[in-house]
C-alpha cells in the first residue's frame, strides 16, 4: 500500500430499520445526518430519538424554556424531513440535567420496542474531552450510555419492564450500535453524495446557528477530512459495536451467551 493510499474500505453494511437516539435537538443533524440520509436514500427507515427538547440551548436568560422547546422541536421536525426520518420522538426529559436512570432506559426501550430497528446510532458516550479539544457535554455522554443500555440488555429482555411486554412491546434484538463523535473511530461511511442533506439539515436549526455560511465551510471540511482515510470526498466517522453478527460474520451473541452459561461441561452453573 502506498502513503497515499486509503487505510481501510467504506463500511458498506446497512441496517433496514435505525434508529438515532440523541441528546438535544440538532445533534442528530451535527452527528450522524449524512449517514441517515444514505441509508434512507437507499432504501433503510429511519426513525429520530431526542431525550430533552433543548430548552437551555440559549443565549437569553429571560426567554421562556417552554417556548424555546416548541421552536427547537419544530425545528428538528423540518430537519428530520430533509434527513428523511419516518418520525422524531421527543421524550421531554431535563436539558442539561439528563440521567441514565430507570425512568429514562423505559422510555428508550419503548421506542426501540414500537419501532423495531435493527441498528442504533448514538453518542459515544466513553468521550468527556474530545481529542482535537472541547469537553463532551453531560447530556451527550447520558445519552448514550443510556441508549446502550437500553439495547443491551434491556431491549431484548422480556423480563426487563415486563409490562411493555404484556402491552404487545415484545423484545427486539438490536444487531449493532454506531456511536458517533467517537475519539477513536473504526469505522467510516462514504457520504460524500449526502453531505449536502446534512448542510441542509442543519440550515433548520436557525435559533441554534447564527454564521451558517461558516458553518457550512466547517462541516465540509471536517467530512473532507473523515473521508481521507476511506479515499472518499466526504465520509462519517463511528465506533461500531456488533452485538448480533451476521451468518457469514460469526456466531451470535445468544449462542456465546448460552455456551459461557453453560460453561466447559455444558451444566448450567
Known amino acids: 500500500m502506498t502513503d497515499d493510499a486509503p487505510a481501510s474500505s467504506p463500511h458498506e453494511w446497512r441496517p433496514q430499520r435505525f434508529m438515532v437516539i440523541a441528546a438535544h435537538p440538532d445533534d442528530a443533524d451535527f452527528g450522524p ?10 432504501g433503510s427507515t429511519g426513525w429520530l430519538v431526542c431525550c430533552t427538547s433543548g430548552d437551555q440551548g440559549g443565549e437569553d436568560p429571560d426567554i421562556d424554556p417552554l417556548q424555546l422547546a416548541l421552536l427547537r422541536e419544530e425545528e428538528q421536525r423540518a430537519a428530520a424531513a ?11 426529559q431535563p436539558d ?9 432506559r423505559e422510555l428508550l426501550v419503548r421506542e426501540i420496542r414500537t419501532f423495531r430497528p435493527d441498528a442504533v446510532l448514538t453518542h459515544d458516550p466513553d468521550v468527556v ?3 482535537r479539544g472541547g469537553i463532551n457535554h453531560t447530556d451527550h455522554r447520558a445519552a448514550g450510555i443510556a441508549a446502550v443500555d437500553a439495547v443491551y440488555p434491556a431491549a431484548r429482555n422480556p423480563m426487563a419492564f415486563p409490562h411493555l411486554a404484556r402491552a404487545g412491546l415484545g423484545l427486539q434484538r438490536v444487531r449493532r450500535i454506531y456511536l458517533f463523535w467517537p475519539n477513536e473511530p473504526d469505522t467510516w461511511i462514504d457520504t460524500s453524495a449526502t453531505v449536502d442533506r ?3 439539515a442543519l440550515r433548520a436549526h436557525a435559533s441554534q446557528i447564527k454564521r451558517p455560511a461558516e458553518l457550512e465551510e466547517r462541516v465540509l ?4 477530512e473523515t473521508g481521507q482515510p476511506i479515499g472518499v470526498a466526504a465520509a462519517e466517522a463511528f465506533r461500531i459495536v456488533v452485538i448480533d453478527e451476521d451468518e457469514e460474520e460469526g456466531p451470535t451473541d445468544e449462542g456465546l451467551e448460552t455456551a459461557a452459561a453453560s460453561g466447559p461441561t455444558g451444566a448450567s452453573t
Open 129 to 131: 474531552a474530545y481529542s
Open 33 to 42: 445526518a449524512a449517514t441517515a440520509a444514505r441509508w434512507i436514500d437507499a
Open 82 to 92: 430533509v434527513v428523511g426520518y419516518e418520525g422524531v420522538s421527543y421524550l421531554h
Open 221 to 224: 471540511r471536517s467530512a473532507a
Open 198 to 200: 446534512k448542510v441542509r
Open 96 to 104: 442539561g440535567a439528563l440521567v441514565n436512570d430507570l425512568p429514562l
